[in-house]
């Protein structure tokens, strides 16, 4: 298929549409001064010269409804009396549409029959009949109307009106509406060609950018001008480049921070089964690099665990999330139950504080597992002797549940990072613990999913942290 195939089957461009529909408008209503205006004219110049025949027409008739007969000197006669004016020519004819007078001489009709069918028609059917047309830039219009005494029709009265002057009015008027319309015309094709080329201009302008960032440069943004509907869509557009280049940013630093964290376990393994095959070593040294291993597989296995549960929690639709609600004091005490063996061996006291008939918008396994990551983090984290504080109780904005450990406390630097993927304020110490960085995104995602929010403060008074965890109100709390 030819490369230029594509643009073929678009056919026209916006750019094209936009000039083609504005000369057409434009055509339409140029179409329509140049004919209703004279069509308008037209109908106005008909309606006064039938006025003015029709008045003439009862004038002569009645004239010459006195008549004993309509002759040659009769005929004559009254139509001196009466001196037509604004007429072309008279003609007057007997009840057979024979003329007895003509108002032009020169014509020498008189004795012939007059073939008008204005006449027939106006001495067949005894009225008025009126014809006018708009011919060789003239207006041409006759009328004849019977003359009648007694019921009787003496004879046939019709005129003639050759007006030129107001047909060269009129084809000036033409004239200069078409010069206009030409103008007009040359001007709007001008414009429509700049205009459509502004607005497609500003269009290419945010093609440029849809194409830069779908070929993956998130951080391109689109520079369109004015205070229309396209700038208020090239601002949508960089908002929706902002949250796309945040997220690819995200994403590479999890896949960076998780290669990482995969890769120190994986070498210390790999370390130490290379020791084990290259060397002789006692038994006892065997066995301490197998627990090593061990420990290294137990961490490989916590942070694959971690981040199955992350990947679950981010992907699960929001239709398939489970909103309870569900009585939190029972989960906290099951958590807090769970993790007194890992207390006792820290030395750590675990101190509950609830109030009963407090419920969550979740359902129980994601109550359990915020709540045991909170408080999993704050025994792990703490001194020997230290004390960790769980609280539940209801607000005017929810319910909230409070986890407090006298440990060393979080430095203020790394407050607003203590969320992110991976992220460890003490690594070395983090390692030691266990720690994978990923239980509290764990718990960030599950939280806010669920329409609460969470945050961490230093705790007052004396070092350590305090997470608080709000839940909006539930029906029945």
Known sequence: ?????????????????LALSNILLVAIVLLFLN???????????????QTSLQTQLSLFTSGLSGLEAVTPDGASQVMEQL????????VITDPQGVVVYDSDRSADTVGAPWDWPELSQALT????????????????????????????????????????????????????????????SVLAVAVSLLLSKAITRRIDQLLQAIRSVREGEYSHRAQVSGHDELRQLADAFNQMADRLETTEESRRRFVSD?????????????????????????????????GDIDQEAGRLTRITEKLLTLTRVDARPAEALDFGPTEMAPV?????????????????????????????????DDLYQIAFNLMENAVKYN???????????????????????????????????????????????????????????IVQSTVRRHGGTVSVRPREPGPGSCFVVTFPPVEGT
């Open 1 to 17: 298929m030819p490369a230029d195939a594509p643009a073929r089957r678009r056919g026209l461009g916006l750019r094209s549409k």
């Open 35 to 49: 004919t209703y205006p004279l069509f308008s004219s037209q109908e106005l110049i008909f309606r006064t010269k």
């Open 83 to 90: 001196s037509p004016r604004n007429l072309t020519q008279v």
């Open 125 to 184: 059917r005894k009225e008025d009949v009126f014809h006018s047309a708009f011919r060789a830039g003239a207006f041409q219009s006759r009328a004849a109307a019977p003359v009648t005494a007694g019921g009787q029709v003496l004879g046939g009265v019709c005129l003639f009106d050759y007006d030129a002057d107001q047909g060269q009015l009129l084809l000036g008027v033409q004239q200069n509406l078409l010069r206009v319309s030409v103008v007009v």
């Open 258 to 290: 998780a290669s990482h964290e995969l890769k120190t376990p994986l070498a210390s393994i790999r370390l130490l089964t290379d020791s084990l095959l290259q060397s002789e070593v006692d038994p006892d040294t065997a066995r301490e690099f197998i």
């Open 332 to 364: 906290l005490r099951r958590a807090a139950h769970m993790l007194e063996p890992l207390a006792a061996q820290s030395e750590v006291a675990i101190a509950l504080e609830l109030e009963d008939g407090r419920l969550a918008p979740c359902g129980e």
């Open 383 to 441: 001194l020997p002797g230290g004390r960790v504080e769980v609280t539940l109780a209801g607000t005017e904005s929810g319910t909230v549940l409070r986890v407090e450990d006298t440990g060393v406390g979080v430095p203020q630097e790394d407050l607003s990072r203590i969320f992110d993927r991976f992220y460890r304020v003490d690594k070395a110490r983090s390692r030691a613990a266990g720690g994978t960085g990923l239980g509290l995104s």
